[in-house]
C-alpha cells in the first residue's frame, strides 16, 4: 500500500526579552539554579503577574512577519496539571482567543515552492527544569527558567515529508532570528519544535492517529524522528494494528522513539481563564508602528538580492537562508557593489567550504565579512586574479594578515605591465614552433597551452584577460 | 447537565483532592445544583455576543521589560520542605 506523511510542526520559541512574561526577574540562561526564580515565578500566594510590553511587541512582530491576523484583543488561560516543575500547578497560556491568527510562510524544497498555513501563534510561560540524575532518592528542580515567554508557533498539518518539515523549520527559525524576537539557540533550548506525524493511505482524506514526537533538539534530529515514526506507523497498520494517540520521546542516541506515561489524560487540562490577568488590547497605533519598525524579512530580501543585484533564485534563496549569513554578504558588498555575483560565489564557495569543514558559524569566521570584501576588491581592480586569491584567501585564514598584506608580502601582485608580458609571450612563440602551427590551422584548444607556459613563466602573475588578447593578436 | 459521581471523582482525581464517599455524594448534589442554576443562562440569546473573559470593564496594563528583581532564593528555599545545593527536592519523578 501506498502511504502518505502527514505533519504539524509546533514550535516553542522562546522570545529575547530581557525579563520574565510576568515578572522582573532576569531571563539570563546559565544563572545559578534558582537565584531567577523570584516569588511571582514559584507562585508564592499574593502575587500578581504583570505582562510584559516586550513579550507582547514581539509576538506582534512574527504575526506580521507571517502575513497573520493579529487579535487586537487576546486573553490568558490557565492550563492545569500537576508536574514539580511547574509550582502553580497551571501554566499561563492562551487557548481561545490566542495574538497570533492565522498566516502562512514558504518552503523551498528542491524546485518547488510550497505554501505551509500557520494555524495560530500564543504567548506563554515556560516551566522550570527537572534534573533526575543528581540525587539518588529525590529530583532536583531548577526554577529559573519557570516564566521564561514563549510563542507557540502551531502550523497546519501541511507537510508531506521529514523534508518538508526540516524546511519549514529552517524557516521558521530564520525569520525569528531576522525579526529579532528569538536567539534561535536550539543547545540552550530557545527554539525547540514538537512534531505531530501520522499516516494514511494516499488518496484518503481523512487524517490518520497522530502520534507526538517531542525532545528533538536539532533539525538532523527531526529529519531522524520523523522517519523513524512512519516507519513504526507504517508497521503497526501493514501488521492490521491501529495506531495509538500518544507522546512519544526521541532518543538520539539510540536512535529510537519510545512512548511516555501518558501524561494526563487528553482534554482533562480544565482551562478557563486566567482571572489575575485582564483581556490585552492592542490598539492600531502600536500595531501601525510595529509594521513600521519591521526590518526587511527574509523573503523581500531575496526578492531584492534578485532584482537589484541580479542574482540567480539559487543563490538569492542560499544567501537569504540566516540573517547571519546574509548580513556577512551585504557587508562584503560594500565597496563591491559592481560585483556581487563574485561576493556570493566566494561566501557560496571558499569561506563556506572553510567553515563546513572546521565546522565554524558564519559569525564566528576567522575571516571577517570586512576582510573578505577587501580581498574581492583586489579581484574587482584587477591587482590579483581570481587564482592567486584563492591562496591569498587561505593565508587569511590561516592569520597571515590582511589581503593587502600577504599580496604584498608573497609579491602576488598581477604583472599587468604589458611590455613585460609581451617579452615573455615572444618568447613562448618562438620556441614553440609546432603549437603555433597547430593553432594556425585552426586548432583553438592549443590556445591554453600558451596560457599555461606564460602563467607558468610568471609564476600565475600575468593577467589573464591582458594575457588572453595579447596571445590572440600575436598568433593571428 | 448534570454530573455522574463517576466524572466528579475524576475531576477530584485531577486535583489531586482526596474525597470519602460520603463527601463524593454530596460533592455531587452540590455540583449539580450549581450547574442547574448556570443552565438558566441556556434560554438566553447569546449568538451575537462576546463571550466574556474577566468580569471586570479593563483591559491588561503592560510592564516594562526591566529586571528588578534580586536573588531572594535563600528565603524562598527556608520554607521549602526540602533542599538541596541551591535545588527545591521533590520525590523522584520518573519519565
Known amino acids: ?476 | 447537565m448534570s454530573l455522574s459521581e463517576e466524572q466528579v471523582g475524576q475531576i477530584a482525581y485531577l486535583a489531586r483532592l482526596s474525597l470519602s464517599d460520603e463527601e463524593l455524594q454530596s460533592n455531587t448534589k452540590d455540583l449539580n445544583s450549581i450547574l442547574s442554576l448556570a443552565e438558566q443562562l441556556a434560554e438566553i440569546k447569546t449568538d451575537d455576543i462576546t463571550p466574556m473573559a474577566h468580569p471586570l470593564h479593563m483591559t491588561q496594563r503592560l510592564r516594562e521589560d526591566k529586571v528588578t528583581e534580586k536573588d531572594q532564593s535563600e528565603s524562598f528555599q527556608a520554607i521549602a520542605p526540602k533542599t538541596g545545593k541551591r535545588h527545591y527536592l521533590v520525590p523522584t519523578v520518573i519519565e
Open chain 1, 1 to 476: 500500500m501506498q502511504w502518505e506523511t502527514v505533519i504539524g510542526l509546533e514550535i516553542h520559541a522562546q522570545l529575547s526579552t530581557k525579563s520574565k512574561i510576568f515578572s522582573s526577574a532576569s531571563t539570563q540562561f546559565g544563572a545559578k539554579p534558582n537565584s531567577q526564580a523570584c516569588a511571582v515565578d514559584l507562585g508564592l500566594p499574593g502575587v500578581l503577574p504583570v505582562l510584559n510590553k516586550e513579550a507582547v511587541n514581539k509576538a506582534i512582530k512574527f504575526g506580521l512577519a507571517v502575513n497573520a491576523h493579529i487579535n487586537q484583543r487576546n486573553v490568558f488561560d490557565r492550563k492545569n496539571y500537576f508536574y514539580p516543575d511547574l509550582p502553580k500547578g497551571y501554566q499561563i497560556s492562551q487557548l481561545d482567543w490566542p495574538i497570533v491568527g492565522e498566516g502562512e510562510i514558504d518552503i523551498v524544497v528542491g524546485e518547488n515552492t510550497k505554501t505551509i498555513g500557520v494555524t495560530r501563534a500564543h504567548l506563554e510561560e515556560d516551566a522550570g527544569k527537572s534534573i533526575h540524575d543528581l540525587y539518588d532518592d529525590y529530583t532536583a528542580v531548577d526554577l529559573n527558567r519557570a516564566g521564561t515567554p514563549l510563542l507557540e508557533i502551531v502550523s497546519e498539518p501541511d507537510m508531506r515529508s521529514a523534508k518538508e518539515a526540516v524546511a519549514y523549520a529552517k524557516k521558521i527559525h530564520a525569520l525569528v532570528q531576522y525579526i529579532g524576537i528569538c536567539d534561535g539557540n536550539m543547545q540552550e533550548g530557545s527554539f525547540r519544535c514538537d512534531a505531530n506525524v501520522s499516516i494514511r493511505p494516499m488518496g484518503q482524506e481523512k487524517l490518520g492517529t497522530r502520534a507526538e514526537l517531542k525532545n528533538i533538539n536539532s533539525f538532523k534530529f527531526l529529519e531522524k524522528a520523523i522517519n523513524l515514526e512512519v516507519e513504526r506507523q507504517q508497521d503497526i497498520l501493514e501488521d492490521g494494528g491501529e495506531v495509538v494517540q500518544e507522546t512519544r520521546l526521541y532518543d538520539a542516541v539510540k536512535h529510537e522513539t519510545r512512548s511516555m506515561r501518558s501524561k494526563e489524560e487528553a482534554n482533562d487540562y480544565r482551562y478557563f481563564p486566567d482571572p489575575d490577568l485582564l483581556p490585552v488590547e492592542i490598539s492600531n497605533e502600536l500595531l501601525a508602528s510595529i509594521k513600521a519598525d519591521l526590518p526587511e524579512l527574509p523573503v523581500e530580501k531575496k526578492a531584492r538580492f534578485i532584482a537589484e543585484l541580479g542574482l540567480n533564485e539559487y543563490d538569492a534563496d542560499v544567501l537569504t537562508s540566516q540573517k547571519s549569513l546574509a548580513d556577512y554578504f551585504e557587508t562584503m558588498l560594500i565597496g563591491n557593489e559592481s560585483n556581487a555575483k563574485l561576493c556570493a560565489n566566494w561566501v557560496m564557495g571558499e569561506l563556506s567550504a572553510l567553515l563546513n569543514k572546521n565546522q565554524i558559524e558564519i559569525q564566528d569566521s576567522p575571516v571577517s565579512a570586512q576582510e573578505l570584501s577587501l580581498l574581492i576588491q583586489r579581484i574587482g581592480d584587477d591587482t590579483i586574479s581570481g587564482k592567486i586569491a584563492k591562496d591569498v584567501f587561505k593565508a587569511m585564514w590561516d592569520g597571515e594578515g590582511s589581503a593587502d598584506q600577504i599580496i604584498d608580502a608573497k609579491g602576488l601582485k598581477q604583472m599587468t605591465d604589458t611590455g613585460a608580458i609581451e617579452a615573455i609571450v615572444d618568447e613562448i612563440i618562438a620556441n614553440n614552433a609546432p603549437q603555433v602551427e597547430q593553432f594556425k590551422s585552426g586548432n583553438e584548444k592549443i590556445l591554453g597551452f600558451f596560457v599555461g607556459q606564460a602563467m607558468k613563466a610568471t609564476q600565475g602573475k600575468a593577467n589573464p584577460k591582458l594575457l588572453n588578447e595579447m596571445l590572440r593578436s600575436k598568433l593571428t
